[in-house]
């Protein structure tokens, strides 16, 4: 079974900075994608940025050039660079994980965006 270890959520002011890592307990060559959803209260959850195993990345309109997806070299370990943040923002976000083994869901992590 999978599981992915979230971390650096947490509140910041309109227009900074906040970095997300997720952690995957698996094989580097069982991943075959990876990425990043968020629920705000009231809504569905939504793509918000996704790396596929040959390093292709997509993004909600909402982030683009706001926020970038990355791996580690073990492409174990995602993060999400998230920067002029909005209000907006605010959601629960959570890491999922696509694999050899069927996908995978993070316990979510609050980022709220608040002055």
């Known amino acids: 079974q999978v599981q992915l270890v979230e971390s650096g959520g947490g509140l910041v002011q309109p227009g900074g900075s906040l970095r997300l890592s997720c952690e995957a307990s698996v094989h580097r060559f069982s991943i075959y994608a990876m990425g990043w959803y968020r629920q705000a209260p009231g809504k569905e959850r939504e793509l918000v940025a996704r790396?596929?195993?040959?390093?292709?990345?997509n993004y909600a309109d909402s982030v683009k050039g706001r926020f970038t997806i990355s791996r580690d070299k073990a492409i174990k370990t995602v993060y999400l660079q998230m920067n002029s943040l909005k209000s907006e923002d605010t959601a629960v976000y959570y890491c999922?994980?696509?694999?050899?083994?069927?996908?995978?869901w993070g316990q979510g992590i609050q980022v709220t965006v608040s002055s």
């Open positions: 999922h994980f696509v694999g050899r083994s069927g996908d995978a």
């Open positions: 790396i596929v195993v040959n390093g292709d990345t």
